[in-house]
């Protein structure tokens, strides 16, 4: 309420407008202290759920990587297990191969004896063959004694009996069987030579069967034992085979818990961004809220300067243009421009002008804050030039300039109330007493309501009349800037 009473009574002049008052800028920071606690709530809690689903991401990272540990370890278990597997797959061929080399040896060991079985039986077919024909020998060679007995018998018996004419015939037959027990003794000796010979070939064919067949039963023994070795190796094997199908397993379970978590970790981690970001965004919006409650402190503080001065230079402009009004007088014509220039110029309108730009909101979407007018730009004031141009080091100004000398500077100035325009000081006339020019002049609050609407129709004057200095100013003409001048 005081806002509204403070801009209309706090109103205008010609050139300068109260758009944004101290009580615009209190109204403002309560309306951004309440932003700022309506929100604050928001960015706890929010960095509340961050710092719990960061609590929860980490956790599960470190389930991921005791899971990842483990499965390495296992890993490495296997891969050791594999190597002794592929050793001893090796092994297995190789007994495999000594079996198969041991069950050829077998073979042509019990070929070998085979081959001297048979040897053997045809030696002892010889033999018996040879012995049967020495005993035929034997028995030509009994005969053939016999008969040589009886031949020699017969000769006794011839000469010793009454018959010598048989006697040449029996000695002949004596002589005869004679030579034949020779030769077949003769034959029979062969006979026996023949055997003997069979008999030691006989005997060293048995005594080879006898060895092959040590050494067939070696080869045995060495194929069982390459048998034995080969089973043996299988069944280890085996074993490790089986040994190893609970750890691969294992594996596999490890790898899908693994990928499971790693899911988890993976959307965890985007929900933990997502917030992150939005802490960020609200964190941002927070330091925003508390800068533009910063900075409204600081305007309240800076408007509540400008305003106090220019209800001073209003206060004492007013004085002096009522003083000359009262009684006209050239002396007082110096200080009520002084007084006007010093409440209009840049130490006050100007900047107090920019000021309310700066402090007033820039639009008007958000609710929860006031609505500022549009506060259009100001040209800075051009002032009154005092200085003439001309020097007076040594000789008097000009009478024509209508100055006086500045001995400091030792220039052509103007005195108060004139104005330098074309090298001569030109008076600025009566102080503006038309309520267009009227500065602004602070009114007590406890105006009456007659007063209050007097003033509300000069304001809308004062703007309307603004509004046209603004479009002259913008058709940019000679005469719009001289008529801004001489507002000024
Ligand atoms: C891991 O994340 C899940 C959500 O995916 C959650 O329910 C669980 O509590 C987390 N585990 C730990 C130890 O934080
Ligand atoms: C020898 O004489 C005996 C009796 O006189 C006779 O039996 C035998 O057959 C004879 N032997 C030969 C070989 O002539
Ligand atoms: C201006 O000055 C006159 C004379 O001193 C005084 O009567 C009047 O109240 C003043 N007006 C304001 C608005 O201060």
Not at 45 to 57: N, T, V
Not at 314 to 337: I, M, Q, S, V
Not at 357 to 371: E, N
């Amino acid at each position: 309420m005081f806002g509204l009473v403070a801009r209309v009574l706090f109103l205008p002049s010609a050139a300068g407008t109260v758009y944004w008052t101290v009580g615009d800028a209190v109204q403002k920071k309560a309306a951004d202290i309440k932003t700022l606690q309506a929100r604050a709530p928001e960015l706890g809690e929010i960095k509340r759920s961050c710092s719990i689903a960061d609590d929860c991401l980490k956790h599960n990272q470190s389930i991921l990587a005791i899971i990842q540990r483990e499965l390495d370890q296992v890993k490495r278990v296997i891969e050791s297990a594999h190597i002794q597997l592929e050793e001893q797959k090796k092994r297995v061929e190789k007994a495999s191969e000594d079996r198969e080399a041991a069950a050829d040896a077998l073979q042509s060991s019990a070929s070998n004896a085979q081959e001297a079985s048979a040897d053997v039986k045809q030696a002892k077919k010889a033999l018996d063959a040879s012995r049967a024909a020495v005993s035929a020998r034997t028995a030509v060679v009994r005969q053939a004694n016999e008969a040589l007995a009886n031949a020699t018998a017969h000769l006794e018996t011839v000469i010793t009996g009454s018959a010598p004419d048989e006697i040449p015939s029996a000695y002949a037959d004596e002589e005869n069987k004679q030579t034949a027990l020779d030769a077949a003794q003769a034959e029979l000796r062969e006979a026996e030579k023949r055997e003997a010979e069979d008999s030691r070939t006989a005997s060293d064919a048995e005594e080879l069967l006898q060895k092959r067949e040590i050494q067939q039963q070696e080869a045995q023994k060495d194929f069982d034992h390459a048998s034995a070795t080969l089973r043996s190796a299988q069944g280890v094997l085996e074993k490790m085979r089986e040994r190893s199908r609970p750890v691969q397993l294992k594996i596999s379970e490890l790898s899908e818990s693994l990928d499971a978590q790693k899911s988890r970790v993976d959307a965890l981690t985007k929900v933990s961004n997502d917030l992150h970001d939005a802490v960020r965004r609200l964190q941002d919006q927070h330091d925003a809220d508390q800068r533009r409650v910063a900075d409204d402190s600081r305007c309240i503080e800076s408007l509540r300067v400008a305003e106090g001065q220019a209800r001073r230079a209003a206060a004492a402009y007013n004085a002096t243009r009522h003083a000359y009004a009262a009684a006209p007088n050239e002396y007082l014509l110096g200080p009520a421009w002084e007084a006007k220039d010093r409440l209009d110029n840049t130490k006050f309108r100007y900047q107090w002008h920019e000021l309310q730009i700066k402090c007033a909101p820039q639009t008007c979407l958000d609710p929860l804050r006031p609505c500022a007018p549009r506060i259009p730009t100001l040209a800075k004031p051009l002032g009154c030039e005092t200085d003439t141009g001309g020097t007076c080091r040594w000789l008097w100004c000009d009478p024509s300039r209508n100055a006086f000398c500045d001995h400091d500077t030792s220039s052509c100035q103007c005195l108060p109330g004139t104005c330098g325009i074309s090298g001569q000081c030109q008076s600025r006339g009566p102080p503006p007493a038309a309520t267009l020019e009227e500065p602004a002049v602070l009114e007590r609050a406890e105006a009456t309501s007659s007063g209050s609407l007097k003033i509300f129709v000069v304001i809308f004057a004062a703007m309307v009349g603004m509004t046209a200095a603004a479009a002259q100013k913008r058709s940019g003409s000679r005469d719009a800037i001289l008529s801004e001048r001489l507002l000024d």
